[in-house]
């Protein structure tokens, strides 16, 4: 089983990342999908999740409006969409991945990427 994230980076204040998430090793259709985030010193928070079928989301308020989270099962890949970043969305994002769906516990996950730099910053 493998989740590579990649996209991630260095931005300026008000611009925009699309970060993506290759899945391999397992039935991905069948699987919710989140993305967390983990800045020094703080716990890790999920940002967004979307289910395996119906495309249902869930945004952090923090994020609402400002990120899309969007999947496609024929690829295997999921994306977050980042505009209008801020200094405060510095951190290093992760996929997870989790069956019978989503869940606001990083514990619940049964599979998670390496993890991708964001950083925002003039």
């Known amino acids: 089983v493998q989740l590579v994230e990649s996209g991630g980076g260095l931005v300026q204040p008000g611009g925009s990342l699309r970060l993506s998430c290759a899945a391999s090793g397992f039935t991905f259709s069948t699987y919710a999908m989140s993305w967390y985030r983990q800045a020094p010193g703080k716990e890790r928070e999920l940002v967004a999740a979307i289910t395996s079928v119906g495309g249902g989301t869930h945004y952090a308020d923090s994020v609402k409006g400002r990120f899309t989270i969007s999947r496609d099962n024929a690829k295997n890949t999921v994306y977050l969409q980042m505009n209008s970043l801020k200094p405060e969305d510095t951190a290093v994002y992760y996929c997870?991945?989790?069956?019978?769906?989503?869940?606001?516990?990083?514990?619940?996950?049964?599979?998670w990427g390496q993890g991708t730099q964001v950083t925002v910053s003039s």
């Open positions: 997870a991945a989790k069956l019978h769906g989503t869940a606001n516990n990083p514990g619940a996950y049964d599979y």
